[in-house]
């Protein structure tokens, strides 16, 4: 729980107090605070325009100086590292997680083919069903497709482009066939009659 605490407070950091979006060029006030170099700007020239003097800080209205705010690289840095590491917790929870009951999804019901949780499993819903990890129902899915693939390729490589000749000639041979097999019947039936 500290963890995540901490880690809350440090994301908070990398956020700007004006637009509340991950700080864009950030510049840092004489008073320590940190803003958008375009919303910090903003602010300054709205100040000057309304005749607020003197110009102060919109988080803690401190007094600070009317000048050309100089970026603050190193916390450009660590926002960077922040929005990764903020985007890589959000993948990594939105990975694998049942609708139902918010637990991982590890194991795949075979009866239905959806992956579930735990709790899902001892469902009345899924407890007479066939249900095996989720790691071996992918990896018999990667062997089925690889199986269907190999079929499909060696189907292709049999088929042959025939001319409309020579499809002709065999729709007429197929004919000629059927229809001697039909007379051959025929006759068969004439003798036992």
Request: aromatic content about 4%; overall charge negative.
């Amino acid at each position: 729980m500290a963890s995540r605490t901490s880690a809350g407070r440090v994301q908070d950091e990398a956020v700007c107090p004006i637009c509340l979006e991950y700080l864009t060029e950030p510049v840092t006030l004489d008073c320590g605070h940190n803003f958008c170099l375009a919303c910090i700007t903003k602010h300054s020239e709205t100040c000057t325009e309304g005749d607020y003097d003197p110009l102060c800080c919109p988080s803690c209205r401190a007094q600070i100086r009317r000048q050309n705010f100089q970026l603050n690289w190193q916390l450009a840095n660590r926002v960077e590292q922040v929005k990764h590491l903020h985007v890589e917790a959000e993948r990594e929870q939105k990975v694998n997680l049942c609708a139902r009951h918010k637990e991982e999804l590890k194991l795949f019901c075979e009866d239905d083919r959806e992956a579930i949780c735990v709790i899902c499993r001892e469902s009345k819903e899924h407890r007479a069903h066939t249900v095996v990890p989720i790691e071996d129902s992918a990896q018999e899915d990667k062997e089925d497709t690889s199986i269907l693939s190999r079929r499909v390729e060696v189907k292709l490589q049999h088929q042959v482009k025939i001319s409309p000749e020579l499809s002709e000639s065999l729709n007429t041979y197929n004919q000629s066939d059927a229809l001697m097999e039909t007379q051959r019947k025929f006759k068969g039936t004439e003798k036992g009659s």
